[in-house]
C-alpha cells in the first residue's frame, strides 16, 4: 500500500484565491482526518469521517473552509477565499475501523498563501 | 473536552545523553496514549504507545511511563543519537470514539 497520498506537495496562492487540498487514505480506512500544523498551535484537527461521513467539524476555524468526502477513496479540503493566516502545513490522515487510535499521516501540503 | 500540555517546547541534548519530554492531560477517562516523531519535512509517525492499564513500556531505546493520578507521561529516550533530532507529539484520547488530542510538540536537538 502506498499510504495516504496527499496532493499537492506544496500550494503557493495569492490572497482571495481558492485552493483545494487533496487525500487519497489507506484502503479499508474508515477514518479519515485533516489536520492543520502550525508552529504557534502544533497539531490541530480541523474535521474528521467515519465512512464519509463528517462527523465533527467543531475544528474548522471558519466558514472559509469546506470539507468534502464523496467517497472511501477521496476527500478534499477547501479554503475559499484564502488568506496569509491560512499558511501552514495541512495533514490528511486515516485510520483503520477499529477505534481511533493509529493515525497514518500522509505528506502533508504546505500552503503559503501571499 | 480533553485537553493535552507539552513541556519543553524544545529541548537540546548532547549525543549519547537521555532526553525526557512531558505532558499531561486534563480527561480522567483518557486510557490510550501514543507518541508521534515528525522528523523535518516529514509526516509524523507512531512510535511507541501505551495504554492506561500499564505504566511503563519498552521499546529498545524509547520508554514511556504513565501515572494516571497525576495524569501525566512521559517519554524517555536514552543514549541519544543525531538521527534522534525531530519533533515529538504526545496525544491523548479516552473511551469511545473520540479522536486524539495532541500536544503542541518538542523540538529535539541532538548535538554530535
Known amino acids: 500500500d502506498a499510504g495516504v497520498i496527499q496532493s499537492p506537495r506544496h500550494e503557493v496562492t495569492e490572497m482571495g484565491q481558492e485552493v483545494t487540498l487533496r487525500c487519497k487514505p489507506i484502503?479499508?480506512?474508515?477514518?479519515l482526518f485533516w489536520y492543520r500544523q502550525t508552529m504557534m498551535r502544533g497539531l490541530e484537527l480541523l474535521i474528521y469521517?467515519?465512512?464519509?461521513?463528517?462527523?465533527?467539524d467543531s475544528g474548522m476555524p471558519e466558514d472559509r473552509f469546506s470539507a468534502k468526502m464523496p467517497n472511501a477513496s477521496f476527500s478534499t479540503l477547501k479554503i475559499q477565499p484564502s488568506e496569509p493566516r491560512d499558511s501552514a502545513v495541512y495533514f490528511c490522515?486515516?485510520?483503520?475501523?477499529?477505534?481511533?487510535?493509529?493515525?497514518?499521516f500522509g505528506s502533508g501540503t504546505q500552503l503559503s498563501v501571499l | 473536552g480533553e485537553n493535552v500540555e507539552q513541556h519543553p517546547s524544545t529541548l537540546s541534548v548532547q549525543e549519547g545523553d537521555s532526553a525526557v519530554i512531558k505532558c499531561t492531560y486534563s480527561?480522567?477517562?483518557?486510557?490510550?496514549f501514543p507518541w508521534y516523531k515528525q522528523e523535518l519535512g516529514k509526516r509524523p509517525q507512531l512510535i511507541i504507545d501505551i495504554r492506561s492499564n500499564v505504566g511503563e513500556k519498552k521499546d529498545q531505546r524509547i520508554a514511556v511511563t504513565l501515572n494516571k493520578t497525576a495524569k501525566h507521561f512521559s517519554l524517555h529516550i536514552t543514549e541519544t543519537q543525531p538521527e534522534d533530532s525531530a519533533v515529538y507529539f504526545c496525544?491523548?484520547?479516552?473511551?469511545?470514539?473520540?479522536?486524539?488530542?495532541f500536544g503542541k510538540g518538542t523540538r529535539l536537538s541532538v548535538i554530535a
Open positions: 490522515a486515516s485510520s483503520p475501523g477499529v477505534g481511533l487510535e493509529k493515525l497514518f
Open positions: 484502503s479499508g480506512h474508515d477514518y
Open positions: 496525544a491523548a484520547r479516552n473511551s469511545g470514539n473520540t479522536p486524539l488530542v
Open positions: 480527561d480522567s477517562a483518557s486510557n490510550y
Open positions: 469521517f467515519n465512512n464519509n461521513v463528517p462527523i465533527d
